[in-house]
C-alpha cells in the first residue's frame, strides 16, 4: 500500500494523543504516583488534545473530497472510519467536561468531572481500535487482517503516549521511577506484540495468482496489464519497497520506536535531566512513524495479485 | 425499484448510421449525436459486418475527432524554408487547389507519369485508380504491396477469390478451423464473431503462429512455428494426405486443373505449358474412350493420374501427377521438415489427419437444389467442414505468395472451396482466375490510360517494361523484379524517384500515407532521402504533397498538405468497384455521411479529386461542350457509370431506387442509402451461395452485376501456367519476352513455379544466419489495428510503449532480464529497444507491436511521449532493398520476387544487452512541430457529451441499512 | 434480482473492445465525465471502469494466453459498500448493482482498498470514487430499443465473451452457462460472493484420425489406380 503521509502522521500523532490522555486519567484518577498540580494535569491535558487534535486534522489530509469529510459520520452501522470519526468526536465532550473540571476545581476534581475522564479515556481506547480495525477489517490485505492490528494501534498508542506522559510529568520536575517505568513496560510490551506481528506476517497465506485469475493448476505469469503507465490501482497498491529497505525500516523501529526510548528513559530513572524523557519520546515517535510507512508499505493488496505478484 | 431519473435527454439527441474508419474492417455505426458532439457510437447490428459489435478502436471515435492533431487549412511549406523542418503557411483552398491544378496540368500536358500517386490507408481505389487512369499515369498504387498483395495474388490465381475481403470462413457451418499468420487483425470484427461460433459449435481452431496473443490466445492447439516456414509446414500437410490418399477426388476432377494435361519436355519451349486442342482447350485424358478430349467439357471422365503421350508425341502427366510426384517426396515428409518448420512431425500428421477427417467423415450435406455451369441440376450441396484464414504472417515473407497458394492447396485437396463449413468467396468474387485485367503499359499526353494501372499479367508479354526490359513504372511493377506485382510497390516509390531510377519525377502525391514512418521499410534513410536534393540544389523529389487529417510523421516532408476531414465528417463510398462489404451470401456495399460539422478548414480528399479531375477535364469528368460533369463527389457517385448501369454503389439504382446492382443513375441514392442505415445489402438466393465457380444461377448474376465478364466456369488452378510461363522466360525459353539480366533469370527459374514451391525467405540467403539467429516480426494490437491511432487519448492509455517480446527461456539462457534495454541490430542497422519476455514466442523468435513508436512532436503527442522516449520502429531495421552482396542482386527490391510484396517479415536480427547508461529507444530525430492551427494538446481531457445526472441514494437509507449480509440471502 | 455479468475466458481475446466502449458510455453517463490525465503526454493514465490483463498460463511450449477482463463483480458480500463511512457506495436491494453516490463521496479510498477486484477508481479532478454501474443508466431506459438494455460492454463484445442478466433467475442465460460450463469465481476463498462469474476455457473434443489413416501408405503416385469420376 502507498503509505501516505498524512495517515502516518495522523495515526502516529493521535495515536500518542490517546495514549497520554489514558495515561493521564489512569494516574489521575488512581492516584498512583505523587499528586500532580493543576498546571500539571492540564499540561498533559493539552498535550493530549493538542496531539489528538493535530492528528485529527492531518487525517483529512488524504480525503480527495474534503467538502463531504462531514458524512463519514453517516455509516457508523457497519464502518469502522466512520466509526472511528463518530468515537473520536464523542471523545471531545467527555475530555472537556473533564478538563473544564480540572479548570474549575483544580486537580482534586468532583465525581461528574473523573465519570466524564473515564468515559473520555474508554472512549480513546475504542478510537484506537477502530482505527486498528479500519485495517483490520480488510480481508484484501492479509497482513492487515488480523487482530494483532488493533492491538498493535492500541498499544504503540499507549506506549508513545506514556512516554510523553513521562516527558511532561519529568518537566514539571515529577518524573518518578513509575511513570518512566510504567512507559518502559509499554515500550516493551509494545514491541513483543510488533515482533508478533512481523513474524505474523512474514508466513504467506491467502490468495494467489492462481485463485486471483482462476487457474490453478499451472504456473501463472502477467503478460500484459492492458495499460501504459501507472493506474489509481497500482498508485494506490503497488507499492514496493525493496527489501533493503524494508529491514532498514524494521531496523529503526526497534532501534528507535522501542530500544532508545527505553533506553533514555532508563537513564531518566537514573537521574538524568527532563530533556532526556523528550528525546524518548521525539525517538519513540520517529520510530512509531517507521512502524506506521512500514505497516503499509509491507501491506500487499490482493489486487496487486493482478498486476503479476504470485502471492501478497 | 426505486425510480430513477432521466439520464439521457433523448429528445437533444439524434441517431445516424454511417460506416466506422477507425480501421479497414468496416463495420456499421450507430451514432448518437448531441449538439454537435458525439454521445455514443455503437456498432450497427443490422450491419452485415459486425453484426452490432464493435471493436475498441470503433468505440474509441470520439477521441479521433477529439485529436489535436487534425489539421486545419491548407498549408504550404514556407518559402525558404527546408523540406521536412515542418514549417508550414496557411494558405486559401483556392490556392491551394490553383497551385496544385496548374502544376498537374503541365504535366499531364507533357509527361503525365511524371506524377506518382500513392495511397495508404484509404479505402477508395476505384477513385483513386480512376483519378489516376483519367489523369493518364501508371505510377498509382494504394498500399497492397506492403500490405496483402500477396494474399489477394496467391488467392486470385488459384481459385479466384481470397482470404479477408474477398472470402470468408463459413463460420456458421465450419467445424474445424485453422488460422495462418493473423495477429491480432485482418479482419477485426469478423474473425472475433466467427471464432465465437465455431467454438460455440464445438469445432476445433488451430492457429499456426510464433506468438500465441490475439487470437492465438484462444487456440485450441497453438502451432507455434518459425516465421516463414508456413509454406513448407502447409505442403509437409500436403503430403501426408498424399500419403493417406485423402483428397477429394471428385472435386478434384470437376472443378480444377487436377485432370489438365501438363508438357514434359525440359529444356525445350512450351516444356510444362498445358497440352491444348487446336481451339486452346486444355486436353484430358479419357478413361472410357481411352483418348484424350476436350477438357473444359462435361460428362466425361478424365484421368486423374497418369503419364501419357500426346499426339504430337510430347510426354504428359496430368497435374495430379505433378503435384502428387512432388508432394510425396520424402523432403515433405513431417519428419524432414520438423527442424525447418521446428513443428514436431507428429504433430503436423496429426493436424493434416484431423483435417482430413473432418472434411470427409464429417461432411455437411445441404438439400439446396442448384445448377450447375453446365446446366445440370443438383439435389444438394456437400460441404467440407474445414475452413481457414490466413494473412499477414504469410503475406509478408518473400515466399508468401507461394505459401499462399500452397494453403489453398489444402483446401482444394480437402474440397473445402465454396463450399459449406469451407472457405466462402464473397461477391464480386470469385473471378475468373486470374481476373481479365491488364495493367496499363502506355502514357501519352492528355490522354487517359488504356486500362488501369494495375491489372493481372498471365504472361511476360503483359509486363510493363520498355524493349529493353528496363521497368515502366517508377516503383518498377510488373517488371522483371516482380512480374505479378497486382498492388504495386509502394514501399519502392521513394527510393526509386530518388534514385531517378527508372527516371526522375515532378510530383509525388501520398494519400493518407505515413511514408516517412511506418510505413515504409528503412524509415531513416527514406527520411533523408525525401530531403534529398540534386547538385542544382533542387529536391530530387521535386514536389511532395501529401493529404492527410493529422499532423503525422509524413505531413511535414510536404510541400503543400491538403487536409482531410475525419471519417465522421465526410461523404464516402466503400464501393462494389472496390472491396465491398459483402458477406458471403451477400453482396453488400456501404457509404460514409457526415455524422458532424468540420470547425476545421478541410476537404475530404475525395471531393478534392472530384474537383482537380474537373479542374483538369477528364474525360470522365467532362462533358462534351467543356463543362464539368460533376457538381461535387455526391453527384460524381450518383452519374458515374463504369459501365451502363453500373457505378460506386450498387443498391437503390434506377430512377425509381427499385434497381439494384444494375440500374441508371437514381438522383435520391444517397437518400435511400441514409435511410438503410448507410449500405445496401443484395441477398443471394441459397442456390446461388456455393460452387459459385461453377454455379449458373450465381454466375449469371455477377455477369448482370458486373462482377464477372463471362458465365463460363471458373476453373481451379491448382497448375499455374502463369507461372510457368515466367519460369520459361528465365529459362529462355518463352516465346516472347524474356529476361536479359542473369539476376533476374535466376529469380523467374527459382522462384516462379507452377505448383507452390517453400524457399527460404531471401533476406535469410544474403546474410550471415549465424551473426543474425532471431526472426523478427511485426504484429498490431487489436486495439491499434490498422488505426494509425497513436494520437488517440484512449487507445494509447492501453498501450503507448511497445516492448521486444522474447521467449522468457531463451532470453534467460543468454542473461537478457526482463525490461531491460539491448540493442537489435540487423544487416541495414541497430536500433535500441526494451525487452519483455513472455512464454507464447517460439524460442529463435522476437516480435514487437508494429506502429505504437512515433517521431517526437507527431500526431499531436507531447514530447515526452512514451511513444517518441520509448516506443520503437522495426522498420529502421528492414531494407527496402536486399542485403547487399556486392552482386547485381543489391539494387532489387527486399520483395517477394512475383508480388513484389514488401518482405518486412523476412528480418533477421542479433540482440545484444545495452550498456549500463543506455536507456530509451535509439535512433531519434528531430521533433515535428505543430502545423498552423493545432492547439496545445491538454493536460488532461474530460469528455462528455452532456452534464451527468446522478443517482442519489436515499439518505434514510444512508441511515438505516444495517449490513448486506443480513440484508442480503 | 441480482444482476451481473458472465465472461467467457474461452473466447475473450483480449481486444479491449469492453473496456473503450465502457469508457465511451460511461464517460458522457450518470458518473461521467471519466478523466484523463496526460492523455497526449508521458504515461497517460485516467479512469476506467473495466480493464483487460492479459496473462500466461505454463511455461513454453505448453503455454496458453488468457485474456481476463475485469470490471465491478457487483459482490453478494460487497465489503466495499460496508466500509464506507459516507453511505456514497451501496448495494441496490432491487437488483444488487453496487454504486457510488458521487455527491456523498469524500474521497477516502476506503472502498477502494476494501475491494480484492480492482474496481474502484478515484477520479481525482472530481474527487471521488467512481466504479461500474452496470450502465444503470442504459438498462432501464425505455427509450432504448428493448436488446440495446445492456451494459455497454456486453453490447460491444466481438467475441461474444460477455453475457448480462439475472443471477436469481435460474433460466436466465447467465444462469444457465455458468451452471452449464461450470462458471467460476476469483478468489472465492475471500467470501466476498462475486456475481459476475468466469466461464473456463473449454476443453476440445478429440478429433479421431484413424477413420483417415491409410493402412498402407501411398509411396508413388502409381500406387493410385483412377477412378471413373464424371466430370
Given at each position: ?18 495514549g ?13 504516583g ?18 489528538i ?20 459520520f453517516m ?15 464523542l ?15 483544580g486537580?482534586?476534581?468532583?465525581l ?6 473515564l ?8 478510537v ?14 492479509r ?11 492500541i ?10 506522559y ?42 494467489t ?7 490453478n ?80 508499505a ?15 | ?55 475498441a ?21 514556407k ?7 515542418g ?30 500517386f ?13 483519378w ?8 498509382w ?24 475481403e ?24 469478423p ?23 490475439g487470437?492465438?490466445?484462444?487456440a ?5 512455428l ?15 494426405l ?33 497440352l ?21 467439357q ?44 521446428g513443428v ?62 500452397a ?24 473471378k ?26 498471365t ?32 514501399h ?14 515532378d ?17 531513416a534513410e527514406?527520411m ?17 504533397v ?13 510541400d ?22 459483402s458477406?458471403?451470401?451477400a453482396?453488400?456495399?456501404s ?14 480528399w ?50 425509381d ?6 440500374g441508371?443513375?437514381?438522383?435520391k ?19 446461388q ?25 471458373i ?7 502463369t ?91 543468454m542473461?537478457?532480464?526482463d ?17 519483455k ?14 506502429a ?16 517518441s ?59 515535428v ?40 440471502n | ?12 481475446v ?7 466502449a ?25 479512469v ?12 513454453y ?11 465491478c463483480?457487483?459482490?453478494?458480500h ?38 480484492p ?10 474527487g ?94 502409381k500406387?493410385?489406380?483412377n477412378?471413373?469420376v464424371?466430370?
Open positions: 500500500m502507498h503509505p501516505a503521509l498524512s495517515v502516518i502522521l495522523f495515526t502516529v500523532t493521535s495515536g500518542a494523543g490517546y497520554l490522555f489514558v495515561l493521564l486519567v489512569i494516574f489521575h484518577l488512581a492516584g498512583v505523587p499528586a500532580m498540580s493543576q498546571g500539571e494535569v492540564i499540561a498533559h491535558g493539552v498535550g493530549a488534545l493538542g496531539l487534535t493535530v492528528g485529527l486534522l492531518f487525517s483529512t489530509g488524504h480525503l480527495a473530497n474534503k467538502k463531504n469529510a462531514w458524512r463519514s455509516r457508523f452501522k457497519t464502518s469502522w472510519l466512520s466509526r472511528e470519526a463518530v468515537f473520536a468526536v471523545f471531545y465532550p467527555f475530555a472537556a467536561i473533564y478538563g473544564l473540571s480540572v479548570l474549575l476545581q486537580p482534586e476534581i468532583g461528574l468531572g473523573m465519570i466524564a475522564a468515559i473520555a479515556a474508554i472512549l480513546a481506547v475504542i484506537l481500535f477502530s482505527t486498528g480495525m479500519i485495517y483490520g477489517c480488510l480481508k484484501t490485505i497482513q492487515w487482517n488480523t487482530a494483532l492490528t488493533p492491538a498493535n494501534y498499544m504503540l498508542g499507549i506506549a508513545t503516549g506514556s512516554a510523553a513521562a516527558a511532561i510529568a519529568s518537566a514539571f520536575g515529577n518524573a518518578t521511577a513509575m511513570h518512566a517505568g510504567v512507559a518502559i513496560v509499554m515500550l516493551l510490551i509494545a514491541a513483543v506484540l510488533k515482533g508478533i506481528y512481523y513474524f505474523w506476517i512474514s508466513k504467506v497465506t491467502g490468495p495468482i492462481n485463485t486471483a485469475t482462476t487457474f493448476r499451472a504456473t501463472v505469469r502477467l503478460l500484459d496489464t492492458g495499460h501504459t503507465a501507472g493506474t489509481f490501482l497500482t498508485d494506490e497498491f503497488g507499492y514496493d519497497p525493496s527489501k533493503k529497505t524494508t529491514s532498514m525500516m524494521k531496523a529503526g523501529v526497534f532501534l528507535l520506536g522501542f530500544i532508545i526510548p527505553a533506553l533514555l528513559l532508563a537513564a531518566v530513572l537514573a537521574g538524568a535531566t527532563a530533556v532526556t524523557a523528550w528525546l524518548a519520546v521525539a525517538s519513540a515517535l520517529i520510530g512509531v512513524g517507521m512502524e506506521r510507512w512500514l505497516f503499509f509491507e501491506a500487499k493488496h490482493v489486487v496487486r495479485l493482478y498486476h503479476g505478484d504470485q502471492h501478497t | 425499484m426505486s425510480a430513477l431519473p432521466e439520464f439521457e435527454n433523448h429528445g437533444k439527441q439524434e441517431i445516424k448510421y454511417s460506416t466506422c474508419y477507425m480501421c479497414a474492417c468496416r463495420c456499421g455505426i450507430k451514432v448518437t449525436v448531441e449538439d454537435n458532439k458525439v454521445r455514443y457510437i455503437q456498432g450497427n447490428r443490422h450491419h452485415p459486418i459486425n453484426k452490432g459489435v464493435l471493436c478502436k470503433g468505440n474509441a471515435g470520439i477521441m479521433k475527432q477529439q485529436s489535436p492533431a487534425r489539421l486545419h487549412q491548407p498549408m504550404r511549406r518559402p525558404g524554408t527546408e523540406r521536412g523542418a514549417e508550414f503557411e496557411p494558405i486559401s483552398w483556392d490556392e491551394a487547389l490553383d497551385t496544385l491544378s496548374e502544376r498537374l496540368q503541365k504535366i499531364r500536358e507533357t509527361d503525365p507519369r511524371k506524377l506518382a500513392f495511397t495508404g490507408r484509404d479505402q477508395m481505389q476505384a477513385l483513386t485508380g480512376l489516376a487512369t483519367q489523369f493518364g499515369t501508371y505510377n498504387a494504394a498500399h497492397g504491396g506492403f500490405c496483402s498483395v500477396n494474399m489477394a495474388a496467391g488467392g486470385l490465381y488459384t481459385t479466384g477469390f481470397a482470404f479477408w474477398f472470402g470468408d470462413p463459413d463460420w456458421d457451418r465450419t467445424k474445424y478451423h485453422v488460422l495462418w499468420g493473423v495477429a491480432e487483425d485482418h479482419a477485426s470484427n474473425i472475433k464473431i466467427g471464432l465465437e461460433k465455431l467454438k460455440r459449435n464445438g469445432g476445433k481452431f488451430v492457429a499456426i503462429n510464433p506468438v500465441r496473443t487470437y492465438q490466445a484462444i485450441d492447439e497453438w502451432v507455434g518459425k516465421p516463414g516456414t508456413d509454406g513448407l509446414f502447409a505442403l509437409s500437410m500436403l503430403h501426408v498424399l500419403k493417406n490418399s485423402q483428397f477429394d477426388w471428385d472435386f478434384l476432377v470437376r472443378y480444377t486443373n487436377a485432370t489438365q494435361l501438363v508438357v514434359q519436355t525440359p529444356g525445350q519451349q512450351g516444356d510444362g505449358l498445358i491444348r486442342d487446336d481451339n486452346g482447350n486444355p486436353l484430358v485424358w479419357e478413361l472410357e474412350k481411352e483418348d484424350f478430349v476436350d477438357g473444359s462435361v460428362d466425361i471422365k478424365p484421368a486423374l493420374f497418369g503419364e501419357y503421350t500426346a499426339p504430337d508425341g510430347r510426354p504428359v502427366k496430368t497435374v495430379m501427377t505433378l503435384l502428387a510426384e512432388r508432394y510425396l517426396s520424402d523432403e515433405y515428409s513431417p519428419e524432414n521438415t520438423a527442424e525447418i518448420t514436431p512431425a507428429e504433430q503436423t500428421e496429426r493436424l493434416a489427419l484431423e483435417m482430413a477427417h473432418v472434411a470427409f467423415k464429417e461432411s455437411i450435406e445441404l438439400d439446396i437444389e442448384w445448377t450447375d455451369s453446365w446446366g445440370r441440376k443438383h439435389d444438394k450441396v456437400i460441404g467440407r467442414p474445414v475452413s481457414m484464414h490466413a494473412m499477414r504472417g504469410i503475406s509478408a515473407h518473400s515466399n508468401g505468395f507461394q505459401t499462399c497458394r494453403i489453398h492447396f489444402l483446401q482444394i485437396m480437402l474440397g473445402s472451396v465454396d463450399c459449406p463449413g469451407g472457405h466462402l468467396s464473397k461477391p464480386p468474387y470469385p475468373h482466375v486470374p481476373p481479365g485485367i491488364k495493367p496499363a503499359k502506355e502514357c501519352a499526353p492528355n490522354t487517359p490510360l488504356k486500362s488501369p494501372p494495375l491489372g493481372f499479367p504472361a511476360p508479354e503483359d509486363l510493363v517494361i520498355d524493349g529493353d526490359g528496363n521497368p515502366l513504372r517508377i516503383d518498377k511493377a510488373f517488371s522483371w523484379d516482380a512480374p505479378i506485382s497486382n498492388h504495386g510497390l509502394m519502392m516509390v521513394v527510393t526509386n524517384a530518388v534514385n531517378g531510377d527508372p527516371y526522375p519525377i510530383t509525388l502525391i501520398f494519400f493518407m500515407a505515413n511514408m516517412s514512418w511506418n510505413s515504409t521499410m528503412n524509415t527514406v533523408d532521402m525525401l530531403r534529398a536534393k540534386d547538385d542544382n540544389g533542387e529536391y530530387k523529389i521535386p514536389y511532395l501529401v493529404s492527410d487529417a493529422f499532423n503525422s510523421e509524413m505531413v511535414s516532408f510536404a503543400l498538405v491538403l487536409p482531410d476531414t475525419t471519417y465522421l465528417e465526410r461523404y464516402d463510398t466503400i464501393s462494389m468497384l472496390d472491396r465491398p462489404i458477406e458471403p451470401a453482396a453488400a456495399d457509404i460514409r455521411h457526415p455524422i458532424l460539422e468540420p470547425d476545421r478548414d478541410v476537404r475530404p475525395q471531393e478534392v479529386m472530384v474537383e482537380l479531375a474537373s479542374r483538369l477535364k477528364f474525360p470522365a469528368f467532362t462533358r462534351d461542350d467543356g463543362s464539368r460533369k460533376f457538381e461535387d463527389y455526391k453527384d460524381f457517385i450518383i452519374n458515374y457509370e463504369k459501365e451502363p448501369g453500373i457505378g460506386f454503389l450498387s443498391g437503390y439504382r434506377g430512377k431506387g427499385q434497381s439494384h446492382l444494375r441508371e443513375p437514381n438522383p441514392q444517397w437518400e435511400a442509402y441514409i435511410e438503410n442505415q448507410g449500405f445496401f445489402m443484395y441477398h443471394l438466393a441459397p442456390n451461395q456455393f460452387y459459385r465457380y461453377a454455379n449458373q444461377d450465381y454466375l449469371e448474376l455477377a455477369k448482370h452485376a458486373g462482377w464477372v465478364g463471362k458465365t463460363d466456369p476453373t481451379i488452378e491448382l497448375y499455374s501456367e507461372q510457368q510461363r515466367f519460369k520459361l522466360a528465365g529459362q529462355g525459353l518463352y516465346d516472347g519476352p524474356q529476361p536479359t539480366k542473369q539476376e533476374h533469370k535466376d529469380r523467374l527459374t527459382q522462384f516462379f513455379d507452377p505448383l507452390p514451391i517453400w524457399h527460404k525467405p531471401l533476406e535469410q540467403t544474403r546474410i550471415d544466419e549465424d551473426e543474425y539467429p532471431f526472426y523478427a516480426i511485426n504484429q498490431r494490437p487489436m486495439f491499434m489495428y490498422h488505426s494509425w491511432d497513436s494520437q488517440n487519448a484512449w487507445l494509447r492509455q492501453i498501450c503507448a510503449q511497445n516492448y521486444l517480446y522474447m521467449n522468457r527461456q531463451k532470453a534467460e539462457s542473461g537478457i532480464e525490461l531491460s534495454w539491448v540493442w537489435l541490430e540487423s544487416h541495414n542497422g541497430k536500433i535500441r529497444v526494451q525487452v519476455l513472455i512464454e507464447g514466442c517460439e524460442p529463435n523468435t522476437v516480435w514487437t507491436w508494429n505504437i513508436g512515433k517521431q517526437k512532436g507527431a500526431w499531436g503527442l507531447k514530447d515526452d511521449a512514451n511513444e522516449q520509448k516506443g520503437f520502429l522495426m522498420n529502421h531495421l528492414i531494407s527496402e532493398l536486399l542485403p547487399k552482396k556486392g552482386d547485381p542482386v543489391d539494387s532489387i527490391t527486399n520483395s517477394d520476387p512475383v508480388t513484389g510484396q514488401a518482405a518486412w517479415y523476412d528480418l533477421k536480427v542479433k540482440i545484444t544487452p545495452a550498456g549500463p547508461e543506455e536507456e530509451g529507444s535509439w535512433p531519434q530525430f528531430d521533433k512541430t505543430a502545423t498552423p492551427g493545432m492547439s496545445e494538446s491538454p493536460d488532461q481531457l474530460r469528455y462528455h457529451a452532456h452534464k451527468p445526472v446522478h443517482l442519489n441514494r436515499d439518505i434514510r437509507d444512508v441511515l438505516t441499512r444495517g449490513s448486506l449480509d443480513k440484508d442480503k | 434480482m441480482r444482476l451481473g455479468l458472465v465472461i467467457d475466458m474461452d473466447t475473450c483480449g481486444c479491449h473492445a469492453c473496456a473503450v465502457c469508457k465511451q458510455w460511461n464517460t458522457s453517463g450518470t458518473t461521467g465525465p471519466l478523466t484523463d490525465y496526460q492523455p497526449y503526454g508521458e504515461d497517460p493514465s485516467g476506467w471502469f473495466n480493464r483487460i490483463r492479459h496473462y500466461e498460463v505454463g511455461d511450449p505448453n503455454n496458453k494466453t488468457v485474456n481476463i477482463p475485469m470490471s463483480m457487483h459482490c453478494d460487497a465489503d466495499c459498500v460496508t466500509v464506507c463511512p459516507t453511505g456514497a457506495s451501496y448495494k441496490r436491494p432491487e437488483d444488487g448493482i453496487v454504486l457510488v453516490d458521487q455527491d456523498k463521496c469524500m474521497g477516502c479510498n476506503y472502498c477502494a482498498w476494501a475491494c477486484y480492482g474496481a474502484r477508481e478515484l477520479d481525482r479532478e472530481d471521488v470514487m467512481k466504479k461500474c454501474t452496470l450502465c444503470v443508466d442504459r438498462i432501464y431506459d425505455d427509450a432504448l430499443p428493448p436488446e440495446e438494455r445492456q451494459p455497454a460492454c456486453v453490447i460491444t463484445c466481438p467475441a461474444h465473451a460477455r453475457f448480462f442478466g439475472d443471477f436469481d433467475d435460474e433460466e436466465s442465460e447467465v444462469s444457465r452457462l455458468v451452471r452449464e460450463r461450470g462458471g467460476v469465481k476469483q478468489m472465492p476463498e475471500l467470501g466476498y460472493k462475486p456475481v459476475n462469474t468466469y466461464l473456463p476455457p473449454r476443453v476440445t473434443r478429440p478429433i479421431p484420425t484413424d477413420d483417415v489413416r491409410a493402412n498402407t501408405l501411398v509411396s508413388s503416385v500406387d493410385w489406380v477412378k471413373m464424371a466430370r
